[in-house]
């Protein structure tokens, strides 16, 4: 027979890993496009939603609802949600709560409604139904004119089991004495940022259990500390705010004495002026560890007062107008580990009977940033300011106003680990300044006054672990400066004027280098070759426009590189090499024209690129080839309107991408499917869609992954084009397109009507084919000439005919005519182009006609522009026309000198059918494939026209062209 026990172990263990596996949640149907929604978990936020999700898994046990526009609550919106523990409604707009809306939450053990509009009347409706609750948090809400009072009909009975409570930020103005009935487990109570000026006696009878109590800014007097029985109940108390009120003096009542559990006591930024033994004495008896006393306006303290706090640890006193010559002599025999000083006018010097002896002390610090009365211009360290604090790990000075510092000014300090002199006036460092700081690892010397990082300024710190030198103005460093930094980690050089590492010699251990907002303004090979170690680099904010190649050579284990809001234009495919290790890329806003194919290749280790925020038109084919570890790519806020078919090959384990705040019109199915199949967040929003039914797939496929698609449910893709369907929902388009499949038959029918068809297609004939009717009329007048010319002995005057709109003049003179018209090394052609032999006072109908009859061959550079233009519709049509009549398909040559969308293609029916029959020529992006087309152009051209060289005939027009002109 089995063992029982053995046997009930092993239930156990079952049933405890099938609870782990379960609490997991399973993913469900995500209908609001939420963070997380599962069956167990659902966190919906930052989504303007105005009332409770539907369709909550039942089996829920947290939701979180904050950031959203939720006005009211409804007795049904929580009905199903009896597991709930943890409701999180804060940020929204709440003001109105039906009765009973929580009564189904009786397992509910976390609450935060704060930031709304709940009044101080609805407070019943949160407090009635839930006696499992353990933490409620409810500041922020009630903002009105009226005074607000705490107590009677909105006490919080009924919450037995609370033991945090939140209220602060209500403009409380009194507190009745049963206003925490019934609270008698209560630890925590934030009462913090209301109006209170008063509290009755017996307000805190119930909490017997409060720990800490937080009555800071408000309006309390120093009569609050004198009511013996409101402080009676609350002997648990371990800490006590009650910073930022209007206490002029601090008389303990002696209830205090029974306090054995205060720890902390916060009386800072009052109106406290002398601090008397006789008022403290009921703390002397207390285990205070802690006590805040700045910015009062003490100026005096009972010799004796702080002695008699005998576990005092921590003391802090700065912004105060007692002279610190008085402070002194009250410090002597403390046995404190922490101590903050500042505001004595007469602390600007520190020398070696500066401070008495405290061998206890660890920390100090020491500051003028408040300064009383008597400001001080300047501050200065003598030779053994601390020799009396032997002890110290951490010194801050950080705000004193230093000029000057003497050699050995630290003497004395051998355990000190952390110094910070930031925020002072140092210009320069005699020699040994930091001598005896062999325990020293962390040095602050931000926002200062030096210029130049002198070689004596670090010597003998060989445990520095971290620096820091930002905003000081540096120009120059100087070679061995950081020769003795040999542990040096950590260099912050933020906010100097930098423009070389010349004098990061000596840094072979250093793992973090902070250069941000510098002058460089490029990086030449082997700028970081004596860095080895690096793995975290930061060179944002500078001026950097080239990376030469290897400048990161050297840096085969660096892992962050940041190069944001340079000047970088162009990235070519040597820019990183040498960085083997890197993982992540910042180059945000730069000033990124074009992303070359092979720029990031190499980067095997990367799973961060950002390049939000430049001018990128195109993604290319390859454009990431090698980042096959990339997780994130970010090319949000540029001007991409176009991907090629391999844009996003390799990048096998994507799992975000970020393509907001672009020109992206079409989303290309053979690009963007497999995508999507496998990223787990893309965004798309921001962008001008073009809304046929191509775009079709990206709806059903958004559709059945919601999650995946940020922002999809909340109505922010849009369609920018057609004009028909301008404004309307990219989600309408199913229904859209079903239409466009299956049309109406009964508003067909009316439709083809002949009174309607007649009228539509007259009016369509004159609109769309009045120039064929000119060119038609054309023809028959001229004809007998025409045939003339074409028979005699200048039949064709011009090679070829380049159709082309204006706004591609660019490309037809820069690349086109200059490779067939004024090769150096390949016979030329004669080319006709409209903006150098066309004649001027002549139609332009007629211009047109004469080139098409006078060239050769045809060439239709086709471009969006082209396709945009009417003229450009003509010639081409013309084009078509001429090819029938004589020489066929082999005078009319198609050139593509941009991506056209196919879908914009089958808009043109005639030129459709001709890129679906003859072979057409497109321009590659790549440079290296450019020759290779121009051969391709040529072979199609055929061999040039032989030229006749008429010394008389200067113009190519001056034969059969000009003939053809004279109508």
């Known amino acids: 027979m089995e063992n029982p026990q053995k046997m009930h172990c092993i239930h156990s263990l079952l049933c405890l890993c099938l609870f782990v596996l379960w609490t997991k949640g399973d993913p469900v149907a995500n209908p609001y496009d939420c963070e997380k929604w599962t069956t167990l978990d659902v966190t919906c936020t930052k989504l303007q939603l105005s009332k409770v999700p539907t369709s909550i898994p039942p089996s829920t046990l947290h939701l979180d609802l904050h950031d959203n526009s939720i006005t009211r609550l409804q007795s049904e919106d929580f009905s199903a949600l009896v597991n709930l523990q943890y409701l999180d409604l804060r940020w929204n707009k709440i003001e109105h709560i039906e009765n009973t809306t929580f009564a189904p939450l009786a397992n509910l053990k976390t609450l935060n409604v704060s930031g709304n509009k709940i009044h101080v009347s609805l407070l019943p409706q949160l407090v009635d139904f839930l006696p499992s609750l353990e933490h409620l948090e409810m500041s922020l809400n009630w903002k009105w004119d009226d005074p607000v009072t705490l107590g009677n009909m909105t006490s919080f009975n009924g919450l037995a089991n609370l033991s945090s409570l939140n209220l602060g930020g209500n403009d409380f103005v009194d507190i009745q004495e049963n206003s925490f009935d019934g609270l008698h487990k209560l630890q925590n109570l934030n009462l913090r940022d209301n109006l209170i000026s008063d509290i009755k006696e017996a307000t805190f009878c119930p909490l017997k259990e409060l720990v800490h109590l937080d009555l800071s800014n408000n309006y309390l007097s120093g009569k609050i500390l004198q009511l013996g029985k409101l402080w009676s109940s609350v002997v648990q108390l371990a800490s006590l705010d009650l910073s930022e009120n209007s206490l002029s003096s601090a008389r303990f009542a002696t209830a205090f004495r029974n306090f054995s559990l205060l720890h902390t006591l916060d009386l800072s930024r009052n109106e406290l002026t002398n601090l008397t033994v006789e008022d403290f004495a009921p703390m002397f008896s207390t285990p205070l560890r802690t006590l805040q006393l700045e910015q009062n306006s003490i100026g005096h303290i009972d010799r004796g007062l702080l002695t008699s706090l005998a576990k005092l640890k921590s003391l802090k006193l700065q912004s105060n107008p007692i002279l610190f010559s008085q402070l002194r002599e009250k410090l002597v025999g403390l046995r404190i580990e922490e101590l903050t000083l500042g505001g004595s006018p007469d602390l600007d010097t520190v020398g070696r009977n500066t401070f008495p002896s405290l061998p206890f002390l660890k920390k100090l610090a020491v500051s003028l940033r408040y300064e009383w009365d008597h400001p001080i211009k300047s501050s200065r360290l003598l030779e053994g300011g601390f020799s009396n604090l032997p002890n110290l790990t951490q010194l ?11 050699p050995y000014a630290f003497t004395g300090l051998e355990y000190l680990e952390r110094l910070e002199l930031g925020e002072n006036r140092l210009s320069d460092f005699p020699e040994r300044v930091f001598h005896g700081l062999q325990s020293l690892t962390h040095l602050g010397l931000g926002y200062n006054s030096l210029t130049v990082v002198k070689s004596h300024y670090f010597n003998g710190l060989k445990n520095l672990f971290w620096l820091n030198l930002q905003n000081n103005g540096i120009l120059f460093i100087e070679g061995t400066a950081f020769e003795d930094l040999r542990s040096l980690q950590y260099l912050i050089l933020t906010s100097n004027h930098l423009s070389t590492v010349a004098g990061l010699q000596g840094l072979s251990n250093l793992r973090h280098l902070d250069l941000d907002r510098n002058n460089f303004t490029s990086l030449t090979a082997g700028s970081f070759s004596r860095l080895g170690s690096l793995t975290d680099m930061n060179l944002a904010h500078n001026w950097i426009r080239t990376i030469q190649k290897e400048a990161f050579s050297g840096l085969g284990i660096l892992r962050r590189l940041n190069l944001a809001d340079n000047r970088l234009a162009n990235l070519t495919s040597r820019a990183f090499d040498g960085l083997s290790a890197l993982e992540e890329l910042k180059l945000q806003h730069n000033v990124i024209v074009a992303v070359e194919p092979y720029t990031f290749h190499g980067l095997k280790q990367m799973t961060t690129l950002n390049l939000k925020g430049h001018s990128i038109t195109k993604i290319p084919d390859n454009a990431f080839m090698g980042l096959q570890n990339l997780t994130k790519l970010d090319l949000s806020s540029n001007q991409i309107r176009t991907f090629g078919k391999k844009a996003f090959n390799s990048l096998d384990n994507l799992r975000v991408l970020q393509l907001q705040q672009n020109e992206i019109t079409v989303l290309d199915e053979a690009v963007f499917k497999q995508v999507l199949d496998r990223v787990t967040t893309i965004d798309l929003q921001d962008n001008p869609f073009f809304c046929d039914c191509d775009l079709l797939w990206f709806v059903f496929k958004a559709n059945s992954q919601p999650q995946t698609v940020v922002g999809w449910y909340t109505n922010v893709f849009k369609c920018a084009a057609p004009p028909k369907s301008q404004g309307k929902s990219v989600q309408v388009l199913p229904s859209e397109c079903e239409r466009v499949f299956m049309p109406n038959l009964r508003l067909a029918s009316l439709l083809s009507s002949l009174g309607i068809f007649l009228f539509m297609m007259t009016a369509f004939c004159a609109n769309y084919y009045t120039w064929r009717f000119r060119d038609l009329w054309f023809r028959m007048r001229n004809r007998d000439r025409v045939v003339r010319v074409r028979d005699g002995e200048h039949r064709f ?20 005519s200059r490779n067939l018209e004024r090769s150096a090394n390949r016979p030329n052609y004669r080319l006709c182009l409209h903006q150098r032999d066309f004649r001027a006072g002549v139609p332009i109908i007629t211009n047109i006609r004469m080139a098409a009859d006078s060239s050769r061959k045809i060439v239709c550079v086709i471009t969006r522009n082209f396709l945009r233009s009417r ?4 010639e081409f049509q013309l084009a078509q026309h001429t090819m029938f009549e004589e020489g066929g398909g082999i005078r009319l040559i198609l050139v593509f000198p941009e991506d056209i969308p196919r879908h914009l293609v089958r808009q043109y029916r005639h030129l459709q059918a001709v890129v679906d029959r003859d072979t057409y020529l497109e321009w590659p992006e790549d440079p290296r494939e450019r020759p290779l087309f121009w051969r391709r152009l040529r072979a199609a051209l055929g061999q040039p026209l032989e030229q006749a ?19």
């Open 871 to 874: 003229w450009c519709q003509f």
């Open 949 to 967: 060289h008429d010394d008389n005939d200067s113009e190519p027009d001056q034969h059969g062209f000009m003939t053809l002109l004279e109508v």
């Open 797 to 816: 005057v011009f090679d070829a005919f380049i159709a082309h709109h204006n706004g591609d003049k660019q490309w037809v003179e820069r690349d086109l």
């Open 396 to 406: 801050s000075m950080e705000g004193y106003s230093m000029s000057s510092a003497e």
